[in-house]
T-cell receptor, first 113, second 115 residues
Framework: GQSLEQPSEVTAVEGAIVQINCTYQTSGFYGLSWYQQHDGGAPTFLSYNGLDGLEETGRFSSFLSRSDSYGYLLLQELQMKDSASYFCAVRLLIYNQGGKLIFGQGTELSVKP | DTGVSQDPRHKITKRGQNVTFRCDPISEHNRLYWYRQTLGQGPEFLTY????????KSRLLSDRFSAERPKGSFSTLEIQRTEQGDSAMYLC?????????????FGAGTRLSVL
């Protein structure tokens, strides 16, 4: 089967740094993505790791270790608007290069003033 | 707005009725995906189209579910004889590229409530 594990909730204060971990067990792996979803909103792409190492995009960074089946999302200089659910998702290669996503259950991040 | 659009945003129906949802992907995106999301869970993959061809279906997609993408543009997802367990958010996503894209762009979803 396919499974991804991430913490169900994390709380932090404005201006702080928070790390959301994700471990996965999947049959087949192409890359690890991170999505943000505000209540009632669409999941929005944040970051992608196809290879081991760190990817940085503004205040967000993501890390992947394929040998450990582990990744994390790092959010710096937290802002109130970062309060949302964050999902890690394994991209699997399917027929003709389509990349279906297998999502974790999500981490609800609450940013306090 | 040139993002992925879904219609309707909300649908309330009685058990046993049929419902149909529409998804308009970002223009020129050749790949289209349907996912289902229940409260407190991540989205679950349902089905995938490349252009007009439906190339993969999840085991979650029972015989009561059917999806189409005529002419490789918009897509519809139909649920026949709805059950209370079908209540969920149905999300559509699209991406572009011959070798696939690492980014899927999601619509805001259609929330289905089956009474």
């Amino acid at each position: 089967g396919q499974s991804l594990e991430q913490p169900s909730e994390v709380t932090a204060v404005e201006g702080a740094i928070v790390q959301i971990n994700c471990t996965y067990q999947t049959s087949g792996f192409y890359g690890l993505s991170w999505y943000q979803q505000h209540d009632g909103g669409a999941p929005t792409f944040l970051s992608y790791n196809g290879l081991d190492g760190l990817e940085e995009t503004g205040r967000f960074s993501s890390f992947l270790s394929r040998s450990d089946s582990y990744g994390y999302l790092l959010l710096q200089e937290l802002q109130m608007k970062d309060s949302a659910s964050y999902f890690c998702a394994v991209r699997l290669l399917i027929y003709n290069q389509g990349g279906k996503l297998i999502f974790g259950q999500g981490t609800e991040l609450s940013v306090k003033p | 707005d040139t993002g992925v659009s879904q219609d309707p945003r909300h649908k309330i129906t009685k058990r046993g009725q049929n419902v149909t949802f529409r998804c308009d992907p970002i223009s020129e995106h050749n790949r289209l995906y349907w996912y289902r999301q229940t409260l407190g869970q991540g989205p679950e993959f349902l089905t995938y189209f490349q252009n007009e061809a439906q190339l993969e279906k999840s085991r979650l997609l029972s015989d009561r579910f059917s999806a189409e993408r005529p002419k490789g543009s918009f897509s519809t997802l139909e649920i026949q004889r709805t059950e209370q367990g079908d209540s969920a958010m149905y999300l559509c996503a699209s991406s572009f590229g011959l070798q696939g894209s690492n980014i899927q762009y999601f619509g805001a979803g259609t929330r289905l409530s089956v009474l």
